[in-house]
């Protein structure tokens, strides 16, 4: 089922999200749906705030970045297929160079920053079995994992720009909060006027 993606400004998003026990309710088809959900906004990944439950749920899948010609053949080959759930995450460390990439996020439509990132990311995670993982990602694919990490910590990619940048974006934020934006897949506005 393709559930709504909850937009900015919503105080869902700023929520650290709470560990998800074995035994939460559905969780194979939460997992079904947050995929459908993802797969038809075109994302790579998506986090549980993201459809409205604060819970440490994320999930990613890299594969449409391994279309990517200007990234090296061995980046491409690590980037598609790479396909995961990350269940009560949490980041070990953060570690390397800081680089920026022009992110984008399903909750913020049509807005795409530069955002500077560590390199190199070790996480601690268990998946949909409840088998626990520590693993360490480079590249985009940290990035695509620190992003969606962020979401389970409350933070969004915005918070990472400058003062200047925000305020330049207050505006266009605040158009999104309203509903005011052409979104192609569904959304939930928090300060949507009624009646629209």
Known sequence: MILPIIAYGDPVLRKVGNELPKEHPKLKELIENMWETMYNANG??????????????????????S???????EDQKKLDGFKKVFINA???????????????????????????RKDTVTITYVDEN???HT???DGLLARVI?????????????????????RLLKGRLN??????????????????????
């Open 44 to 65: 790579v990944g998506l986090a549980a705030p993201q459809i409205g439950l604060p819970v440490r749920l994320f999930l990613v899948d890299t594969t449409p970045f």
């Open 90 to 116: 949490y980041i070990e460390e953060e570690t390397g160079e800081e680089w920026p990439f022009s992110e984008g996020c399903l909750s913020i439509p049509d807005i795409h920053e530069d955002i500077k």
């Open 67 to 73: 279309k990517d010609e200007d990234l090296t053949e």
């Open 175 to 196: 158009n999104i909060s309203k509903g005011n934006i052409r979104a192609d897949y569904r959304m939930r506005f928090p300060n949507q006027k009624k009646g629209r």
């Open 146 to 166: 620190q992003h969606e990490y962020d979401h389970i910590e409350g933070i969004l990619f915005t918070d990472k720009l400058s003062p200047l940048k925000k």
């Open 135 to 137: 693993e360490t990602y």
């Open 130 to 132: 409840f088998k626990e």
